[in-house]
């Protein structure tokens, strides 16, 4: 059966350690997920949290972030939402793999944008929408094993 | 996030441990910065202690990998955890940055390019 | 510094599971607090709950419930919120401490009656609050040690 | 929740194994009932295996010592996690049930209880 718990925190960087925290804390200790779908939420999740604190909230502290994370048996669906600046229309479809960094070439020594390729490639599905001042990116994943709970 | 900093023979080996995220990139990176600035640039960083990295945590790594090389160094990775190695692979920076199991090969790597840089 | 992080889930017994392990997740994963500390303030999280779901929603599933955990250096403080039956007046001050049951006696082997005096004695303060259909239980415990994270 | 049932000499023995709390209250109070009806009453409750309970498992306790005991039988309980233990002791619970660390022990308590009952 499909159980849902959403999680909120102030747009903090400190406070997405209560989010990580709680997150796997629900898919470790009474999901049992298996590590590696753990580890793969998990950093899908901090990187979309990061970026809402960064960039839909410009960095400012004391805006409401929320995760909606939904378990069902063969699924886990995450939903990330802010009320900040949306990101720009086409940005998420433009990303692509990484770019492999040349060792003789220093301007290929990106110390940024990485964080919606590694969330396409943790998650199955990634959506964003920009609705009526709410903005959520959806992310899902197959589970191979379902839960064990 | 616990950072410890030794010296040995020119080569300076940090140890991060904890969690390497966005709350704490600000502090790591500008001490990370502060040690190459002071010693040679050349540089281990044994990341055994460090369970979870995000792209915020990569980022430093290339800060202080790029700023050790403009001093005429090298940073190099050491212990990575499978997490944190299957991150850096992800992002195929294994292409820029060298890694190592044990200490004393990234030492020994270190001197040696020490070594070449000066004949 | 304090940080809060709120946790929402449906009224149903099965969804209380996910909040004792985002709540445990975050005690123990993100800020490492005592075993102690941690199984007292779960155990008065999972009570606190228990009765929501049956008394102020009378087990019916669909309703929403709210654990917001607020730690500080030295104090950890959990609201539980509903909005269903609020707890009669004088309820929660008439609970005194368990009665000894009397092995010679079944009238005294009572089945039910100790939600109240489990979460009074795991946490320092515990308060309610009726007010505008919303329903707040407050939870207050002391922590030795802070947070070590 | 993980329910396992053997039988000893006419005596129940019933490890459970998980989180005993409301969710799965219901399905342990039944099957735990069924089997206290279908024997003679003497039921070893093995709790090794649960790290949590709140009070309606105590609840789930309580009923169905109230049931073997009814039917001139006893519920004893055995291998409590020191967080069980402490809930069991905090709610003085500990004062209408026998616990037990062995299950040898245990077995030789609701043997003889029938033997006195019988003689
Ligand atoms: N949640 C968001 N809200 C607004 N803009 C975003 C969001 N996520 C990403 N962006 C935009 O997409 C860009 C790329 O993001 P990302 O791949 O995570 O790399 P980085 O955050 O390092 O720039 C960001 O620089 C930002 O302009
Ligand atoms: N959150 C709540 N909302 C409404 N009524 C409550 C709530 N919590 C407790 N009560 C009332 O207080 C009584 C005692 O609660 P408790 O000590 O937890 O024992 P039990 O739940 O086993 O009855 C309940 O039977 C109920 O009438």
């Known amino acids: ?149 | 996030m616990i950072l410890t900093h030794r010296n040995i023979e020119g080569i300076d080996i940090v140890s991060l441990s904890g969690r390497l995220v966005m709350a704490d990139v600000p502090q790591v990176r500008q001490k990370l910065l502060a040690i190459v600035e002071a010693g040679n640039g050349k540089l281990v960083l044994d990341l055994k202690g460090v369970g979870f990295m995000d792209s915020s945590g990569l980022s430093v790594l290339v800060s202080v990998f790029k700023a050790a090389r403009a001093k005429g160094g090298d940073m190099v990775l050491l212990g990575l955890s499978p997490t944190v190695r299957s991150l850096i692979e992800l992002t195929r920076l294994q292409h820029i940055f060298s890694i190592f199991d044990d200490e004393a090969t990234a030492l020994a790597r270190l001197a040696e390019s020490a070594k070449s840089a000066a004949g």
Chains 1, 3 share one sequence.
Not at chain 1, 76 to 93: E, F, I, K, S
Not at chain 1, 107 to 120: F, N, Q, V
Not at chain 1, 126 to 143: C, H, K, P, Q, W
Request: aromatic content about 4%; overall charge negative; proline content about 5%.
């Open chain 1, 1 to 149: 059966m499909t159980r849902t718990i959403g999680l909120d925190v102030e747009s903090r960087p400190e406070c997405i350690e209560l989010l990580s925290g709680a997150l796997c804390g629900v898919c470790q200790r009474q999901l049992a997920l298996p590590a590696a779908d753990i580890s793969a939420i998990h950093l899908a999740m901090v990187e979309a949290v990061n970026n809402v604190v960064e960039h839909a909230y410009n960095g400012e502290s004391g805006h409401l972030v929320r995760v909606e994370l939904e378990l069902a048996p063969n699924r886990c669906n995450l939903r990330v939402r802010d009320h900040g600046q949306p990101m720009a229309p086409g940005r998420l479809a433009a990303v692509t793999t990484f770019a492999e960094p040349d060792p003789e070439d220093p301007d290929t020594w990106s110390t940024r944008g990485r964080g919606l390729a590694i969330i396409k490639s943790c998650m199955d599905t990634v959506e964003y929408e920009a609705r009526d001042g709410v903005n959520t990116l959806f992310m899902s994943r197959t589970l191979a094993t379902g839960e064990s709970a």
